[in-house]
C-alpha cells in the first residue's frame, strides 16, 4: 500500500505512520462512509467507517458528542501516547474534517427510520447545540472527527485468549481468588481499565474503575 496504511500488519513505523496519517486525514480520498452499529440505537457514541480506495483501508470516524464530548480527541492521544512511549500497538489515529451532508446521506442509505429519528436527534442536533459544526470554503457544513485505521484482524474480546467470565468485575474485589491461569486476563484489563481513566474515557464500564 503506497499510503502506508496496511490493515493486516501491525509492524508500525514512523515513515508507515507519516504516510498512513496523510492519506486518512484527506477527506477527499473517502470513497464512501456508512454508520455503525444501525441496530443498536442505545449505543452511547455514534461511530461512521470511511473508505478509502486502497485495498481494504478502512478507518473508524469518531464525533464528539453531548455525553462524550472528548471521545475523539482521547483516541488520537492515545495514539501519540503509544508512540511516545514505544508501544506501537495503537493503529494511525488522525483528524479528518466531514461534511455533515455526507453523514445524512450515509444515515439515509440505511432506510431505518427509527434509527434516522434517533440519529438526528443524539448526533445531528446535538453537533449544533454544541457548537461543532463549521462551514469550509466550499460553504458546506463540516465537522471534524477522529479516523482510526480499522485492522482486518479486529475480533472481540470475547472470542479471543482475554476472554474472561461476565462477573469480572468482582475480581477486583480484595481477598477474592482469581479463577484465571496466571492472572493473564485480568492483567490485561487491569492494564485497560488504567488506560481508560488516564485518556478519560468512562463508557467503556461505568464499573472499570474500583478503589
Not at 475523539?72 to 455533515?100: C, F, N, Q
Not at 434509527?115 to 438526528?120: E, L, P
Not at 480499522?150 to 482475554?162: E, G, R
Amino acid at each position: 500500500h503506497r499510503s502506508g496504511c496496511i490493515p493486516w500488519d501491525t509492524g508500525y513505523t514512523a515513515q508507515r505512520d507519516a504516510s498512513c496519517v496523510r492519506y486518512l486525514q484527506n477527506a477527499s480520498k473517502i470513497v464512501s462512509i456508512l454508520p455503525l452499529a444501525v441496530h443498536d440505537i442505545r449505543s452511547d457514541t455514534v461511530k461512521f467507517m470511511a473508505h478509502y480506495p486502497e485495498p481494504a483501508v478502512q478507518a473508524v470516524l469518531q464525533f464528539s458528542q453531548k455525553r462524550s464530548i472528548v471521545e475523539p480527541a482521547s483516541e488520537v492521544v492515545s495514539y501519540h501516547v503509544d508512540r511516545l512511549l514505544g508501544i506501537r500497538m495503537v493503529p494511525p489515529t488522525t483528524w479528518v474534517t466531514i461534511k455533515l451532508k455526507a453523514l445524512r446521506q450515509a444515515v439515509q442509505g440505511t432506510a431505518d427510520l427509527e434509527y434516522m429519528v434517533w440519529i438526528d436527534d443524539v448526533f445531528f442536533r446535538a453537533l449544533d447545540k454544541l457548537g461543532l459544526v463549521r462551514v469550509d470554503v466550499d460553504g458546506d457544513r463540516v465537522v471534524t472527527a477522529s479516523a482510526q485505521l480499522w485492522l482486518t484482524d479486529t475480533h472481540p474480546i470475547n472470542y479471543s485468549v482475554f476472554n474472561v467470565p461476565q462477573d469480572w468485575p468482582q475480581y477486583f474485589v480484595g481477598g477474592r481468588k482469581l479463577p484465571l491461569p496466571d492472572g493473564l486476563p485480568l492483567l490485561a484489563l487491569s492494564d485497560v481499565a488504567v488506560l481508560d481513566f488516564v485518556l478519560g474515557l468512562p463508557d467503556r464500564s461505568a464499573r472499570l474503575y474500583v478503589t
